[in-house]
């Protein structure tokens, strides 16, 4: 079964920076506003002025000759406000150690902190920026779950999908509220990636299982069976997707892929008609024919076998399943004629050189069986006229169709 891979959703991380001093923002005892001095509170002030039209670079320069000329009486708000002029113009090194300068002033500064997981991610800390995420989730009292799934984006940019994979389980568990679709959706592609399908696929059942559940979550959980390779639970899904939304051609021909692995060849023919009304070729029209056929709904295996021929007169296995459907019928000249065309493309296609003479043998064909069976006895290194083993091989045959046949219907009850 081929196995049917899901594509890496493109994770967008942003953060709003706060290019101002966001005092409110603050959950502890620092920064406060009444420990600034009065020199700082200008320099803040003129700085504010220039930020607020857009004067970047002179309020950098205001901050940066304050506090080369007043060490001591540096503060939070000065550092935090002067990384944000220095990322607005750009200068992620310079902004990343003013926002650490913050928190060494201010641990519990949360707006210092999400900044300071921007710039890290800018920069290419993936790993650092979401472990200052995951920080600035638990100042804000573990409330701003965006913060925990932009976390997760970070640890999974900087390949650190074991660190991901916990926080969106957590966050699609139901204990932060109903999980936003794209965080399912992420959570299951990772498991999925790290081989942990058996975690995501408890989740989406859950979901599954309550009131009208989206559509999405039974392509999901089709996904899932996929991986596990539980093939009928897979079809179910993706069957149940497709009565809500309508499947494109990928997932259409993994429906009718799955239908033809599963032994369920009338459901597989429908969904391969679908595809081959829509985008006609060679392969599709065989598969058809092969399944309908195999569904023993010889009337409409013979439409496809006659269309499909129709655009692709060379395909040795529509000629070879006309054969057989001529032959169902007993309708041994035409069957005979297909064999032999099947033979005629194919020149190691044993079978249908060997049908060829055997349906030349019946009553009424007016053809000759001696040429197809003397080169199917020269080809099996079997003496001309030994008819004994003929008629075994035809057993054989016959014997291994009607296994298959048999054992396809009796799956498709069992639907």
Aim: contains cysteine; charged residues 25%.
């Amino acid at each position: 079964m081929r196995r049917y891979f899901i594509s890496m959703c493109v994770l967008v991380f942003f953060l709003c920076v706060s290019q101002v001093c966001a005092q409110a923002s603050s959950t502890g005892p620092c920064p406060d506003e009444k420990s600034l001095t009065p020199k700082a509170k200008t320099a803040l002030a003129e700085a504010q002025k220039l930020i607020t039209e857009k004067k970047m670079t002179q309020a950098g320069k205001i901050l940066t000759q304050f506090v080369s000329q007043n060490p001591d009486e540096n503060h939070a708000f000065v550092t935090y406000t002067l990384a944000a002029c220095y990322l607005d113009l750009d200068k992620l090194e310079s902004a990343l150690k003013q926002y650490e300068k913050t928190i060494d002033f201010c641990p519990v500064y949360a707006p210092a902190w999400q900044n300071l997981a921007k710039v890290c991610f800018d920069l290419k800390f993936y790993n650092r920026a979401g472990m200052a995420l995951e920080k600035a989730w638990d100042l804000t009292g573990r409330k701003n779950h965006l913060l925990r799934f932009q976390a997760a984006a970070a640890y999974l940019s900087g390949k650190e999908e074991q660190k991901a994979l916990p926080i969106l389980a957590d966050l699609c568990s139901g204990k932060a509220g109903p999980p936003e679709d794209k965080w399912v959706k992420l959570f299951v592609q990772i498991s999925m990636a790290e081989k942990q399908p058996q975690t995501a696929l408890k989740t989406v059942e859950r979901l599954l299982g309550q009131p009208d559940p989206k559509a999405y979550l039974f392509r999901l959980a089709s996904g899932l069976y996929l991986d596990l390779a539980d093939y009928r639970k897979a079809a179910q899904n993706l069957e149940a997707y497709g009565l809500i939304e309508t499947l494109n051609r990928q997932e259409r021909k993994l429906l009718a892929d799955l239908y033809a692995n599963l032994g369920i060849p009338a459901l597989a023919a429908d969904n391969y008609q679908v595809l081959v009304t829509a985008h006609p070729c060679c392969g599709l029209w065989e598969r058809t024919a092969a399944c309908w056929f195999e569904a023993r709904d010889y009337d409409k295996a013979l439409k496809a076998v006659q269309k499909g021929l129709e655009a692709f007169p060379l395909s040795c296995r529509l000629w070879r399943i006309k054969g057989w459907i001529h032959y169902e019928h007993k309708e041994y000249r035409p069957a005979a004629q297909a064999f032999g065309k099947a033979s005629g493309l194919d020149h190691n296609d044993i079978n249908s050189l060997f049908l060829h003479g055997l349906c030349a043998v019946g009553p009424g064909t007016g053809l000759r069986p001696e040429k197809p069976l003397n080169r199917w006895h020269a080809m099996m290194g079997i003496k001309p006229g030994h008819w004994g083993l003929s008629m075994k091989w035809m057993r054989k045959i016959s014997d291994h169709y009607a296994v298959a046949i048999n054992h396809r219907v009796e799956n498709a009850k069992s639907l």
